[in-house]
């Protein structure tokens, strides 16, 4: 006889490690939360130390507000935020974080230790959590003011995705790939990348320019052949800024770095479009280098799609997207003289 199975509530624990294994698939993306409230800290310096591609330690140092000693209590645990306090707000929200996730996720998946100072207080605190909760009291510390917070042995209660994880050299390649596309979109923040104990394997200066950092991280046959374009279109309601690689430069391996709204996201639709524009120039197998970010008014951009944010829908999206394949086609033949010439014929 075919019995059916006894439903039961799943104990506290386990739902909010399944949820925080969705948000925190590796290490990358706990750096990208981290960034993003380093950023909505308004910080100007941010520096990253990682061990073993960051499974044993992802550290990140902020110079922005820091964090009320009196929030240290509830920071880590789920749906705690300084920023959203509606769902209202939802569409005209301006921080990257909304809905207070992060930490939370994190502190399931990982030891996790923040130490904090804000303007106002004396001294920093320092404060452990495990699985959403403060462990003890927060510590009077020494400090400058900012955040340092450290994450240490990820995915330790998972131990299937830690396996998953083998190759510290990947994870770091990852890591180091979002903090380079951060940098290159906050050219106002200073940015520090190293493993633990060595030389910098990232940096840029504060207050530099946009093709200051894309020399500095990408290298100069890249910086040499970027051409800069905006425009802005008042029927679909955007502005578009880009630095892209004239025809004359072709790469095994495609970059592209693309932020909407000031948020790193992926977009399959417009990744195929803008390779279809190159395409026409460039030889099979080979592709430019493409840093484009796209605003609109937040209220036509949905942010809260996919639990990593990496993903936002937006209306006007095939308009949007058409309109920026022929501001591209544009550019491309404006860039190659000689190809300009063969098409009017
Ligand atoms: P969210 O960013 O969605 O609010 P998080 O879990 O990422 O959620 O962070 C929770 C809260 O902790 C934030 O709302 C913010 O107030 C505070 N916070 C986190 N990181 C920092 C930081 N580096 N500097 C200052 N405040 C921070
Ligand atoms: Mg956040």
Known sequence: MLEPGVIKKLDEVVVNRIAAGEIIQRPANALKELLENSLDAKSTHIQVNIKAGGLKLLQIQDNGTGIRKEDLSIVCERFTTSKLSKFEDLTEIATFGFRGEALASISHVAHLTIQTKTANERCGYKANYSDGKLLGTAKPCAGN???????????????????????????????????????????????????????????????????????????????????????????????????????????????????????????????????????????????????????????????????????????????????????????????????SFYKQL
């Open 145 to 339: 003011q900012g955040t340092i917070i450290s994450i240490e042995d990820l995915f330790y209660s998972m131990p299937q995705r830690r396996q998953a994880l083998k190759s510290p050299a990947e994870e770091f390649q990852k890591i180091s790939d979002v903090l380079a596309k951060y940098a290159v979109h906050n050219p106002q923040v200073g940015f520090v990348l190293r493993k633990q104990g060595e030389q910098p394997a990232l940096k840029t200066q504060a207050n530099s320019t946009r093709s200051e950092n894309i020399r500095a991280i990408y290298g100069a046959a890249i910086a040499k052949e970027l051409m800069e374009f905006s425009c802005k279109d008042d029927m679909f309601k955007f502005e578009l800024e880009c630095q892209l690689t004239q025809v004359n430069y072709a790469a095994k391996k495609a970059i592209m770095l693309l932020f909407i709204n000031h948020r790193l996201v992926e977009s399959a639709a417009l990744k195929t479009a803008v390779d279809a524009v190159y395409s026409t120039y460039l030889p099979r197998g080979q592709h430019p280098f493409v840093y484009m970010s796209l605003t609109m008014p937040a209220h036509n951009l949905d942010v809260n799609v996919h639990p990593t944010k990496h993903e936002v829908h937006f209306l006007y999206q095939d308009e949007i997207i058409e309109r920026i394949k022929q501001q591209l086609e544009a550019q491309l033949l404006g860039s190659n003289t000689t190809r």
